[in-house]
């Protein structure tokens, strides 16, 4: 019905968790796709970040999902200021499209200055990945909720001499080249997500990194799910996939 509206002139959202939203839906998303709907999704409480409802309220393949689709569009917040210019951009944009987000408080990004790095003025443009910090030594791709955690990570590592490139990627669907072009420079790349690693960003950058010709003197390192979560809170749930600090700067320090 949603989607029909919105074939009328009507913004129309839908809302609901991750698992309903995405996974218990997924055949009328499929319609909704066919028909050239313009219905907005909008889903809390995705991956793992859910923790103590456990494995089968863990919505951890929204990204795989919405991948299958051809004319769906996704876009996924980092942190609060990020979700405001997204959740703008997708009612304003036509087509339909998947707003997805977690669950927990996540903290505020920013700049090396300590503004919001999300601000007023920070401009979205869909497709391409927001650099954070910058460094030679690796580049740290976080999806969505994240970044937070990668941004800990670059921390960490500073302490000891190991600088790292930090992008934020909201648009898993559609990797920009200059974006991946920057990142692959550095000879590391890690992708991090909250998010089944076999169907998610991970495997969306690797096969943008063959596609591009950017595969030959880089190493990529993807951090996800790689088995269905249990009942606990985030932070033992992504301690336990070495999505959190102190797994993603480990993985760094190993592969270098």
């Not at 509206?5 to 839908?14: A, E, H, Y």
């Not at 505020?108 to 030594?137: C, H, L, P, W």
Request: charged residues 20%; aromatic residues 8%.
């Amino acid at each position: 019905m949603g989607g029909a509206l919105s074939t009328s002139g009507i913004l129309t959202l839908w809302a609901d968790f991750g698992v309903f939203g995405v996974d218990e839906t997924y055949n009328q998303h499929r319609l909704n796709d066919i028909n050239h709907t313009s219905l907005k999704l909008v889903t809390t409480h995705v991956g793992l970040d859910v923790g103590e409802d456990g494995k089968t309220h863990q919505c951890i393949d929204y990204v795989g999902v919405m991948a299958s689709f051809f004319g769906y569009n996704q876009v996924l917040p980092c942190d609060p200021n990020h979700t405001v210019h997204l959740v703008r951009y997708a009612l304003s944009s036509s087509g339909p499209i998947h707003v997805g987000m977690g669950r927990r408080k996540v903290p505020i990004i920013t700049d090396e200055s300590g503004n919001a790095f999300y601000g007023k003025n920070y401009k979205f443009q869909y497709g391409r990945m927001d650099v954070i910090r910058k460094g030679s030594k690796a580049a740290v791709l976080a999806l969505g909720t994240t970044l937070g955690e990668a941004m800990d990570a670059h921390a960490k590592l500073k302490t000891k001499g190991i600088d790292i490139t930090v992008m934020g990627v909201s648009c898993p669907k559609n990797i920009a080249r200059e974006d991946l072009e920057l990142a692959a420079k550095t000879g590391l790349i890690v992708t991090v997500e909250d998010h089944n690693v076999n169907t998610g960003l991970g495997v969306q950058v690797a096969a943008a990194l063959m596609e591009y010709g950017l595969n030959k003197n880089v190493k990529l390192v993807r951090l996800g799910a790689t088995h269905y979560g249990g009942s606990g809170t985030p932070e033992v749930l992504y301690a336990m996939f070495d999505i959190d600090c102190a797994g993603i700067a480990k993985t760094v320090e190993n592969a270098l």
